[in-house]
């Protein structure tokens, strides 16, 4: 029987495919952003399809605000 990706038990009823990132190493609903190689589709329960759906969504937040943390302080140091 084939099981959840996350948290390794039997998937039993609705089961969701998620695409794993090889570039993030995220996971991801449908598909994999722009220019990153994939590492195929997963097989997720429910809840833990919507469980690391979250963490992809906190992992890009983190990676977005280091991104934008860093450019504002380059520009701190040109300006002040
Ligand atoms: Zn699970």
Same mark, same amino acid.
């Given at each position: 029987?084939?099981?959840?990706?996350?948290?390794?038990?039997?998937?039993?009823?609705?089961?969701?495919?998620?695409?794993?990132?090889?570039?993030?190493?995220?996971?991801?609903?449908?598909?994999?952003?722009?220019?990153?190689?994939? %590492?195929?589709?997963?097989?997720?329960?429910?809840?833990?399809?919507?469980?690391?759906?979250?963490?992809?969504?906190?992992?890009?937040?983190?990676?977005?605000?280091?991104?934008?943390?860093?450019?504002?302080?380059?520009? %701190?140091?040109?300006?002040?």
């Amino acid at each position: 029987m084939e099981k959840c990706t996350r948290c390794g038990k039997p998937l039993r009823g609705v089961v969701i495919v998620m695409e794993l990132s090889n570039t993030d190493g995220c996971y991801y609903l449908g598909s994999i952003p722009h220019g990153h190689v994939s %590492q195929g589709g997963f097989p997720f329960g429910e809840r833990c399809a919507v469980l690391e759906g979250t963490d992809t969504v906190l992992s890009l937040s983190n990676r977005i605000a280091e991104s934008y943390k860093k450019t504002n302080e380059d520009l %701190q140091r040109k300006v002040l």
